[in-house]
């Protein structure tokens, strides 16, 4: 088997609303996908396709070689939905036994999973007492019951602080270092860069890119920023040399293509002794996320 879940041409519509139209991807083992899109673009709806929660109009899901929702799909996939609710009186360890419960695994599991995401020390504790990140790991520690091959995370770390979100990545790093796929969904945008394999962008429920970040930055084709930092006496000297604009006290900005860095670099490198630092800032996801967007809604 090469691909843990296949999408080939999905739609659905809600009455008159087109929420997927043609939605076609794969996603390889060990593979951690991002799915991105504004509000309202069909992220949730093609997880809740996936896990056979709703059904679709047209097209073929395949997850780990078996029907979306089937038993044999329903072993080797695990959700995390997006809005995570626990009971508030449980501890974080009576709560992962009835899941256990409910799935006909031992209930003994459950403190070597909440050691897994980190929870541990708390498994004594009331999740009402829990703050957010350690709720959401209460999630994924029940996500992570049956060692599934699939994990499907809606908006996983909405709500979490730059900390807890560091530390909910490096669990998926490990678990995709298994073999296990990842497909989450996220409109914060920053906090995936680094974080995965290849990023899908939802516009409108239709798919307007598919690639690892390296390729989108390529093929959108953004300008660079190039923030050139001046010795104070020189600042304007430099701005008109380069041809750019002085932003603050020593700060001067320029914006190239792709293909023009190296020379750009090469004339300011030829300023030196007016030139103390140089930062070569790529597009964001950000832009290239807007950038998709338009382009599919132009
Ligand atoms: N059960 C539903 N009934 C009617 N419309 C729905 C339903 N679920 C989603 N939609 C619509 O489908 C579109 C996609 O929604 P959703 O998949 O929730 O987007 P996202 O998760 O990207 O914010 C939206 O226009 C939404 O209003
Ligand atoms: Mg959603």
Redesign the pocket.
């Known amino acids: 088997m090469t691909t843990t879940l296949s999408l080939s041409k999905v739609t659905k519509t809600?009455?008159e609303?087109r929420?997927l139209r043609d939605v076609s991807f794969d996603v390889a083992p060990g593979e951690r996908v991002a799915l991105l899109?504004h509000?309202?673009?069909?992220?949730?709806?093609l997880m809740k396709i996936i896990l056979g929660l709703i059904t679709l109009d047209t097209g073929d899901v395949r997850v780990v070689d078996a029907a979306p929702g089937s038993a044999a799909a329903r072993r080797k996939v695990a959700y995390l939905p997006e809005n995570v609710a626990f009971h508030p009186a449980l501890t974080g360890r009576e709560q992962i036994r009835y899941y256990l419960r409910l799935r006909g695994e031992p209930a003994a599991l459950a403190d070597e999973l909440l050691e897994r995401v980190g929870l541990g020390h708390a498994a004594n504790r009331r999740i009402g007492t829990y703050s957010k990140g350690m709720r959401q790991r209460v999630g994924l520690a029940q996500a992570l019951i049956g060692a599934p091959r699939l994990l499907v995370l809606d908006e996983p770390t909405s709500g979490l602080d730059p900390v807890s979100r560091r530390a909910f990545y490096e669990m998926l790093d490990g678990l995709a270092a298994d073999g296990a796929s990842i497909l989450l969904s996220s409109h914060a945008l920053t906090e995936v860069e680094a974080r995965t394999d290849r990023i899908v962008i939802l516009s409108g429920g239709v798919l307007v890119a598919n690639d690892s970040l390296a390729a989108l930055r390529r093929g959108a084709a953004l300008p660079i920023q190039i923030h050139v930092t001046a010795r104070p006496d020189a600042a304007d000297d430099v701005a008109a040399r380069l041809n750019g604009t002085r932003v603050n006290g020593a700060t001067v900005t320029l914006s190239c293509a792709h293909g023009d860095k190296l020379s750009r670099l090469a004339q300011i490198t030829a300023l030196a002794g007016a030139v103390e630092d140089v930062e070569v800032i790529p597009p964001s996801l950000e832009d290239l996320y807007s950038h998709f967007s338009q382009r599919a809604r132009s």
């Open positions: 809600f009455g609303t929420a899109g509000n309202g673009a069909g992220k949730s709806t």
